[in-house]
Nanobody, 124 residues
Framework: QVQLVESGGGLVQAGGSLRLSCAASGRTFSTNAMGWFRQAPGKERNFVAA????????YYADSVKGRFTISRDNAKNTVYLQMNSLKPEDTAVYYCGARDYRGTSYNAKDYAYWGPGTQVTVSS
């Protein structure tokens, strides 16, 4: 089992930045690929970014490429999402997910563990 807790969400103006963190506990974190997804009201959960077990491979949704950066610190059991140049359409609840495998995936169904989410609101 892996327990995940997101933090760092909040209210920010368009063009601003936020850094989300996802702290993991439980079984070994360093062998899990991790991902960030987001869900706006009335919409399904969508892929944002993913990182493999050692940080050597990352993958982004087209909508965030060049603005968001995913990273991880296995010594701290934490994965991060640096979000720059935020837009109102980035407003959503952001969820951290963990896979039971080392490789990345953009499919939410491939993630076995989820955090409770953190709200990000971008005002225009």
């Amino acid at each position: 089992q892996v327990q995940l807790v997101e933090s760092g969400g909040g209210l920010v103006q368009a063009g601003g930045s936020l850094r989300l963190s996802c702290a993991a506990s439980g079984r070994t974190f360093s062998t899990n690929a991790m991902g960030w997804f987001r869900q706006a009201p009335g919409k399904e959960r969508n892929f944002v970014a993913a990182i493999n077990w050692n940080g050597g491979s990352t993958y982004y949704a087209d909508s965030v490429k060049g603005r968001f950066t995913i990273s991880r610190d296995n010594a701290k059991n934490t994965v991060y999402l640096q979000m720059n140049s935020l837009k109102p359409e980035d407003t959503a609840v952001y969820y951290c997910g963990a896979r039971d495998y080392r490789g990345t995936s953009y499919n939410a169904k491939d993630y076995a563990y989820w955090g409770p989410g953190t709200q990000v609101t971008v005002s225009s």
